[in-house]
């Protein structure tokens, strides 16, 4: 019995050595120019994983797994800061040094702009977007916003100095959120955002939790988070999802450029030979009007491949802690365990499918400037090589869970 007992013992302490082996701290000293910040809050980016500092300015997070992590520190009269952290095979001590932040300890005056309450409710849309989800959400200090709209460019830009704190009263979330970049252009309909998002859980009863944790099943599942996350484990077709492509072909309604160029440069001398103002009889109006809409006209359509695409040959090795995806033309994904809803379908969002394609919901990821890296989280490395459309464009902030999350397991 005692040899036993002692053999027991042993395998839990080899056990106990073997998971601490696996993980891993980050630790360090928060402070400005002279001194360390006591009480500066640390927080780690797409997690629920916090600390504050200490009467020094020290801290440390610890049981953290090897990959890529983004600390972001929060104290007042401190701008936010970020700094990017990698773990390999050991612990990281790191020294974060803070900036004063002028708009906080001046006082500001803001001039009055007739249009910010639009631009704002243009930023809540693209930001945290349209989703049933959506309507549960709410900016807590839209006054920290600094927006701004280029008329020559069409472009929309939104900034901040501080955190922007939103409430998500669907999942049952308060995310702060560390916004470095956000732009809409209104001509191309591209939205691009980047930033650090802090997960917080809000206080519920029994009951209201039980529907936060549904809906978290809801929104993780079919996600792109999902989707990264089982293929870095080689389980995507397991987890439901078809990956196949979305070809760009010419299109066969609109003339060679060269042929367009040429009726309009045709049009053109016309014009400054005769005086447009004074001989308009000599211009052919409805024959500048079709060259002018072919010119306009996108020179590809997108097809659908019905080909798949077999994730041994998609999925690259990089490192012990990454893999990358480089490929051509969209992946075009499909999550067969969930339908479109009735409120996607009536977004501009949707993506062409042949008649014969069930309505699963669908996404198209375009690689931007490849390769792509991506870790056993779901997090992506390289977040603006991908543009996404379809159904992962249409679920934004609303619906987005944290990296830690692990859903419930499937009855």
Known sequence: MYKRLLVALL?????????????????????????????????????????????NGRFKLTNL?????????????????????????????????LKENVAQLD???????????KYINQFKEFFIGKTPNATQCRILNPQVLNVDFDITKSTLTVSTTEFLVVENKALGYRLKYMLDHF??????????????PFFEELKASAAKKKKYIAAREVAYYGSSQ???????????????????????????????EYLINGNLEKIKAVAEKTGIRQNKGKIDTALLAFWTK??????????????DVLTDTLVHYFNQN??????????????????????????GFWIFRPLDVPENEISVANLTEGPVRFYENGGIYDSRSLLYEGYWAYEKIADMVPMDYIPLPKK
């Open 107 to 117: 006082e500001v005056t803001v001039r009055a702009d007739p249009n910010r309450q």
């Open 322 to 347: 990454l893999r990358y995806l480089n490929y051509t033309d969209g992946l075009l994904i499909q999550y067969t365990k969930e339908k479109e809803s009735l409120a996607y379908s009536k977004t």
């Open 183 to 196: 732009e809409y252009n209104s001509r191309t309909h591209i939205i691009y955002y980047s930033g650090h």
């Open 11 to 55: 395998f839990f302490i080899l056990g106990a050595n073997a998971l601490a082996q696996n993980t891993f701290s980050i630790s360090g000293i928060v402070r400005d120019k002279k001194d360390g910040l006591p009480g500066a809050s640390i927080y780690l980016s797409g997690y629920k994983v916090a600390t504050v500092a200490d009467n």
């Open 65 to 97: 797994k090897p990959g890529s992590y983004d600390l972001l520190v929060q104290i007042v009269g401190y701008l936010p800061y970020s700094k990017s952290v990698i773990i390999s095979d050991k612990s990281v001590e790191v020294d974060l040094v």
């Open 294 to 307: 072919q010119k306009e006209m996108p020179r590809t359509i997108d097809k659908f491949s019905r080909a």
């Open 226 to 256: 999902h989707f990264f996350r089982s293929l870095y484990a080689g389980k995507s077709q397991e987890e439901g999802f078809i990956i196949n492509k979305m070809v760009k072909i010419p299109n066969p309604n609109r003339y060679p």
